[in-house]
Structures are given as structure tokens and as C-alpha cells.
């Protein structure tokens, strides 16, 4: 089976994906230690052209994993700390009046914000206002920035990956339904095995610096990008997560009872349309040129976690969204 009629390019560029991303583990492995699920599907959303949120209480290295997998993937990394006081213009970029030392004629000149790199760490999101917090949304989702009239493009490939705390909520802005929709992936970071904390702390209390090796470029990262899209899906694995999407929906007649008992609002369109790009993506990460209903299931948590919204019914029984997608599964 190819990929759309694919060329022998194509089907190399499959084998080259594959072990590029071994070499990535690989060098990531250096400087993170565990974590291997979420640096999967860090991979898997950042092929797709998705963004990811990240939730995890501190000291779990988000910030060094993400900024170690800019690194070694050559890409440039902005790190925006969000706080109460952030505006707008310190996201997008500000302009500011130049004046020509000859002609003393005054122009506007545009000054760049962090937003225009590769990958945007926005740290605690959560720790600003909604209005600060919506200068991330026309970037995520257009890839564009627009200040004072003027649109200005920003560097592909483009990466946005958030930080939430989850037990410190005095002083937090929760991210509105319409921003949250906008990632891709919702990922909690769990504490490491006692292995793994013991392997952490050896390494990070000694002399050992780790390095590590540049093992893609961003245009060979978007070539990656774009053969994703090449991808065939069959119609019955596109079904199956159109159908796990509806069914998340409480006015929905073909929703299980305990949909309707529970949830407030179901997953939006866009869902759907992650299911099917994170199976992809899978599929040609493991050498398959199409994927499977396994493949959709695999993305399920991560992708439709935050886009359930749960009733009271549900916060009185202790239902949380993950337990309803894992109860979705076995319907």
C-alpha cells in the first residue's frame, strides 16, 4: 500500500521519518529521563501541526523537555513567562517610533514578540488574563499575528506548548473553551518511577552535562509535515472517530445515558479532526502507510479530555472527562 500514488520519494521519506525519530528519542533520552509517552505524543501533535497543553505539578522538567526537543530538533525556542501583568503587545510584539538621524523623519518599526520563533513555551498560561491569553489565539490557529493593521507571518514549522499548574488555582485564569480547543493534545505529566527519580537525581547532582546532537532541520521537519497529510485513511476508521466524537454530545440521540448524565458540552468538529491526523501521524511514525481504529483509540485521552465538559451531576459522582472516554471505549 502507498501513500496516495506516493513516489519512491515518498516511501523514503517514510524510512527516513522512522528512524529520525528513533534519533530523536535517542537524544532527547540524554537530558530527559522517563517520559516516554508524552514525548511520543509531543511528536505525534507536532507532525500534525498541532499544539499541546501541558499539565503537571513543578519539577517535572517541562520546561527543559520542551526546550531540549527544539534543540535537537534545530529549531528556534521562545520561553513567554505568563503573569497577571502580561500584555498583549509582550506576546505579539510591539512598534515603536524610529527617527532617521539625516532626514529626522519618523517611521513606526515593528519589534518582534517571542511569539515569532519555532517553538512557544507559554509557561502557566493560566497565571494571566483572557485578554492576554487570546493574543496566543489568532497564532495558534492562523499562524499569523496582526498589530496596528499589519499582518506578519510567523516561522514554520510553529509550535505552541502551554504549562498549567494543576494544584495551584488562587490567583489563575481558567483558559476559556474557545483557546482550550485550540490544542491539539492535553497531556498530564505524571511523577517518575523510583528508578527514574533515582537515575534524575544522580545525573542532575553531579558533574554531568549532557549534549545533544541536531538530528533534523526545520525544512526537513516540514517535509515530515507534509507528507502526513498524504496519508490515506479508510472510511471506516475516519467513521469511528466521527462516531466517538458525536457521541460525546448530550443532545446527541444516539449517546449513551451516561453521556447525557453527565456532560454538559460534547467535543466541537475539530476534535474529529485530530483523531484522524494524531492516527495518521502514528501509523507513519511505525512504518504504516495507513492507520487503524487502534490508532484513533490511542489518541482519544489526550485529545478529547479537555473538550468534554462536565455537569454537576458528574462532579458530585467524582466523574472526571477521562473516565467517560475510557467508558466511551468499551461502549
Sequence with gaps: ??????????????????????????????????????????????????????????????????????????????????????MPSDITGIELVEED?????????????????????????????????????????????TTAGTTYSLNEPFFVLAT???????GTYPLPEAQLDRFMFNLWLGYPSLSEEIKIVQTTTSNYIPEVSKVVSAHELIDFQNLVRKVPVAENVIEFAVNIVNKTR????????????WISWGAGPRASQYLILAAKTKAIIEGRFTP????????????????????????????????????????
Excluded at 164 to 170: A, K
Design 250 to 261: 448530550p443532545d446527541n440521540t444516539h449517546s449513551p445515558q451516561f453521556i447525557k448524565n
Design 292 to 331: 487503524n481504529i487502534d490508532d484513533v483509540k490511542f489518541a482519544m485521552i489526550p485529545t478529547l479530555r479537555h473538550r468534554i465538559i462536565t455537569n454537576f451531576s458528574a462532579e458530585a459522582e467524582g466523574i472526571n472527562s477521562v473516565e467517560i472516554i475510557k467508558k466511551l471505549l468499551i461502549e
Design 101 to 145: 538621524p539625516l532626514s529626522k523623519q519618523r517611521n513606526f518599526k515593528f519589534i518582534p514578540g517571542p511569539i515569532f520563533a519555532n517553538v512557544v513555551l507559554a509557561d502557566e498560561i493560566n497565571r494571566t488574563p483572557p485578554k492576554t491569553q487570546s493574543a496566543l489565539l489568532e497564532a495558534m490557529q492562523e499562524h499569523k499575528v
Design 164 to 170: 498549567q499548574n494543576p494544584i495551584e488555582q488562587e
Design 1 to 86: 500500500m502507498k501513500i496516495n500514488n506516493a513516489s519512491g520519494d515518498d516511501v523514503l521519506l517514510v524510512e527516513n521519518l522512522n528512524d529520525t525519530i528513533k534519533n530523536i528519542k535517542n537524544e532527547i533520552g540524554k537530558v530527559i529521563i522517563g517520559q516516554d509517552e508524552i514525548i511520543d505524543q509531543l511528536l505525534i501533535s507536532l507532525l500534525a501541526r498541532g499544539h499541546c497543553l501541558l499539565v503537571g505539578v513543578p519539577g517535572l522538567a517541562k520546561t527543559l523537555l520542551i526546550k531540549t526537543l527544539a534543540e535537537v530538533m534545530h529549531l528556534s525556542f521562545k520561553r513567554i513567562q505568563f503573569t497577571p501583568d502580561l
